[in-house]
């Protein structure tokens, strides 16, 4: 069964604590992707990676991080530095040269 | 800056009826076209896209009109479910990033 898993499916964190969401792909895609989304926003994205060990800032980087160091694996931490970091969080991925991106079901971080 | 434009930010439609969602974009590098579906909880999925060499494009109930002058898409669902409830999202790419520009999408509710 190819897809992308997202863990946990909720997530609770007092603030000031850093929180990583995870993302693997079984679709052997190169590309993978983290979006943010809150009501009413659509979908902002935070990070993505094109490939292994690279990766670059999207829309609302800040108080993010984010590492790629397998094709598999997109793991995102949210910092304390995040000021708003209560949200439903999504990781897509994509293989190279295609336009269609596969979502996984998303985590949703509730920051007390 | 809002790059997709989508409207109405919900809609209402009586079981039977057309359901009618628009998108308006400003980068005319854009060359792909989708829309998602997202029901409450889940990951968006990919539902129907378009390409700007044709104007219209149908899957069963679900269409998309584009017009390329007009840089306006809108997706029609016809003979609308109380099973298509669900937020939708358009979206724009281009063929240099294949990073999508998301609408902030249309919360769609179908009465039965």
């Known amino acids: 069964d190819g897809g992308i898993t997202q863990s946990p499916k909720y997530l609770f964190r007092k603030e000031g604590q850093n929180v990583t969401l995870s993302c693997e792909q079984n679709?052997?895609?190169?590309?993978m992707y983290w979006y943010r989304q809150d009501p009413g926003q659509g979908l902002r994205l935070i990070y993505y990676?094109?490939?292994?060990?690279?990766?670059q800032k999207g829309d609302i980087a800040e108080g993010y991080s984010v590492s790629r160091e397998k094709k598999e694996s997109f793991p995102l931490t949210v910092t304390s530095a995040q000021k708003n970091p209560t949200a439903f969080y999504l990781c897509a991925s994509k293989a190279q040269g295609e336009y269609e991106q596969y979502f996984g079901p998303g985590t949703r971080l509730t920051v007390t | 800056q809002q790059q997709v434009k989508q409207s109405p930010q919900s809609l209402i439609v009586q079981k039977g009826g057309i359901s009618i969602i628009n998108c308006a974009y400003e980068n005319t590098a854009f060359d792909y076209f989708p829309w998602y579906q997202q029901f409450p909880g889940k990951g968006p999925a990919l539902l129907i896209a378009?390409?700007?060499?044709?104007s219209e494009k149908k899957e069963g109930r679900f269409t998309i009109s584009f017009n390329k002058s007009a840089k306006q898409f809108s997706l029609h669902i016809m003979d609308s479910q109380p099973g298509d409830s669900a937020t939708y999202f358009c979206a724009a790419s281009e063929g240099g990033s294949y990073i999508p520009t998301f609408g902030r999408g249309t919360s769609l509710i179908v009465h039965p």
């Open positions: 679709l052997n895609h190169d590309a």
């Open positions: 378009i390409r700007p060499d044709v």
């Open positions: 990676s094109q490939i292994v060990n690279d990766f």
